[in-house]
Each structure stands twice: as structure tokens, then as C-alpha cells.
């Protein structure tokens, strides 16, 4: 190993056209890597909302039933309809056709 000797520059970086291409892939590859990205940002918004809707149902499934009846009755609202449930085609990974 020489300490004088100057550093090495890969030949594709001394070439411009051969630079631009570099640069092009490195765009291409930023791409990919963000739809890759937004597409697990997506996935963890919806397993969140999955998540909340559980806990929503569960405390309503335990909660005192004649408590819930006094505070309709107070707000005002009719008993709730009964929710549909999810399918399988609402997760972010099921691509709409």
C-alpha cells in the first residue's frame, strides 16, 4: 500500500454519460425503495385503525349494558345499527381491480 498514491475513482464516475446513468438507476432504485415505503406506512395506518376498532368493540362487548341505555338515552341517539365487518379485499395489501 503506497500512502501517496491517489484515491481510487470507480472509471463509471469520470464518465459523464456513464455518470448520468449511475445517477438514473440511483432514482430508480429511491423509487421503488419509497413506494416500498408508503406502502408500509399504509399498511401500519390500517393494522392501527384494525387495532383501535377492536379495542372499541371489546370495551363496548364488556361494558355495562343498562350504563351504555342511559347514555343514548341522554344523548339522544337510537340504539346503534350493528357494524358490518371488514373483509379481507379492505387491507391496503389487496390491490383494487
Request: hydrophobic share 40%; glycine share 2%; proline share 7%.
Amino acid at each position: 500500500m503506497n500512502p501517496d498514491a491517489p484515491a481510487f475513482v470507480p472509471g463509471s464516475i469520470k464518465s459523464p454519460a456513464k455518470q448520468a446513468s449511475t445517477l438514473d438507476a440511483a432514482n430508480k432504485l429511491d423509487a421503488e425503495e419509497l413506494q416500498t415505503i408508503n406502502a408500509w406506512v399504509e399498511l401500519q395506518a390500517w393494522l392501527a385503525e384494525l387495532e383501535r376498532d377492536h379495542c372499541i368493540e371489546l370495551a363496548l362487548r364488556y361494558a355495562d349494558k343498562k350504563r351504555i341505555e342511559e347514555i343514548h338515552k341522554r344523548v339522544g341517539v337510537s340504539k346503534p345499527k350493528p357494524k358490518a365487518r371488514r373483509t379481507r379485499s379492505s387491507s391496503p395489501l389487496v390491490k383494487a381491480s
